[in-house]
């Protein structure tokens, strides 16, 4: 079903550029095309350890490094990224159980820990209530944002107008976790509308988040 997204204003573009807890936001460049030309699901994979808990495959064409070591930080990162600028980043949360939002963390709702699959988690300042299934029924929550460009500049193409940020939660209760895979300026389209995911985002729905697998289980 086709929907339609909320603008946002100036600043909670800013914060939408990336994940909670990390570096400042990301400047988007308004005036600079898009490459548009992602990894496809046919393509040749590698498979990356997330945590030392978790695995993913990632299509050829995307390079993988730590951003903050598991070492550091109770909050590891990852960032996959491919040579034109596409990335996402995968944040490593503690499961933390909260009955509201709390700012600048990710956390699952009381009544999504005491089983209820259609509850939200609380993730990126959003209220996750949409969901799919991966591999052994383990339920993904997703949302998304788009942003209106023209009102940070005025020289932005009608058909790269709007930016679409995603963010995708697994928790793990079994492994004290909460997965965040954290994609800003994911896709740049002409409209506010939209049916399914695209762009990276579609790259991740396909391919990338139903190949996580448990390490060693």
């Known amino acids: 079903m086709k929907r339609t997204l909320p603008l946002l204003i100036i600043v909670l573009l800013m914060n939408a550029c990336a994940p909670m807890g990390t570096a400042a936001p990301i400047q988007l460049n308004t005036s600079a095309p898009v490459d ?6 046919g393509s040749p994979i590698t498979k990356v350890s997330i945590a030392d808990k978790y695995t993913i495959e990632i299509p050829e064409g995307f390079t993988f490094h730590e951003n903050l070591s598991s070492a550091t930080t109770i909050v590891p990162i990852y960032r996959i990224e491919t040579s034109n600028g596409a990335s996402f980043d995968v ?8 009955p509201s939002l709390v700012p600048g ?20 300042g959003q209220e996750l209530i949409d ?16 942003s209106d460009l023209s009102l940070l500049s005025g020289d932005v ?21 909460i997965l965040e895979f954290y994609a800003g ?27 996580l697998a448990i390490k060693n289980p």
């Open 36 to 41: 548009t030309a992602l990894p496809t699901s």
């Open 91 to 98: 944040v490593v949360h503690p499961y933390i159980v909260s």
């Open 105 to 124: 963390k990710c956390v699952v709702s009381t009544e999504f820990d005491a089983g209820g699959v259609s509850a939200p988690i609380f993730c990126e």
């Open 131 to 146: 969901l799919f299934t991966i591999s052994e029924d383990r339920s993904v929550k997703y949302g998304r944002l788009t």
């Open 157 to 177: 193409s009608p058909e790269t107008r709007y930016s679409t940020t995603y963010v995708f939660v697994l928790a793990d209760k079994s492994h004290d976790t």
């Open 185 to 211: 300026d994911a896709f740049r389209g002409s409209t506010n509308e939209m049916d399914g995911f695209e762009g990276l985002g579609a790259v991740l729905y396909n391919s990338i988040i139903p190949s």
